[in-house]
């Protein structure tokens, strides 16, 4: 659902390519880069290192921070409860089952 959201309001499948490894991407901004490094690491480690923060309180304002992350783990909620029930893709999304995006 959020491919098929991102490309109706501009977001383009280069960019959405580019998410396996936005920081070698000049394709995202300083700004893009720490906000996906920042949600990377919300949803894969058990804390954000210091450093990291660090650096998104210099590109976030305090709302913004609160707004990311809770947009972050409002999504890793999502993702667990369609796990635990099983809920399969509705078939919007631009990722190929093998995956990759398509080019068209």
Same mark, same amino acid.
């Given at each position: ?10 977001? /383009?499948?280069? &960019?959405?390519?580019? !998410?396996?490894?936005?920081? %070698?991407?000049? +394709? ?6 720490? =906000? ?24 976030? /304002?305090?709302? &913004?921070?609160?707004? !990311?992350?809770?947009?972050? %783990?409002?999504? +890793? ?6 796990? =635990? ?20």
């Amino acid at each position: 659902m959020n491919s098929a959201w991102s490309r109706v309001h501009g977001v /383009t499948l280069e &960019e959405l390519g580019a !998410l396996g490894d936005p920081a %070698t991407h000049t +394709i995202f901004s300083g700004r893009e880069r720490v =906000a996906l490094a920042y949600a990377e690491s919300v949803t894969t480690a058990s804390a954000v290192p210091a450093s990291l923060f660090e650096n998104v309180t210099r590109h976030f /304002t305090e709302d &913004e921070i609160i707004e !990311l992350t809770a947009t972050i %783990t409002w999504e +890793i909620c999502v993702a667990k409860f369609n796990r =635990a029930l099983e809920i399969e893709g509705q078939g919007i999304c631009a990722v190929r089952p093998g995956g990759g995006f398509p080019h068209t």
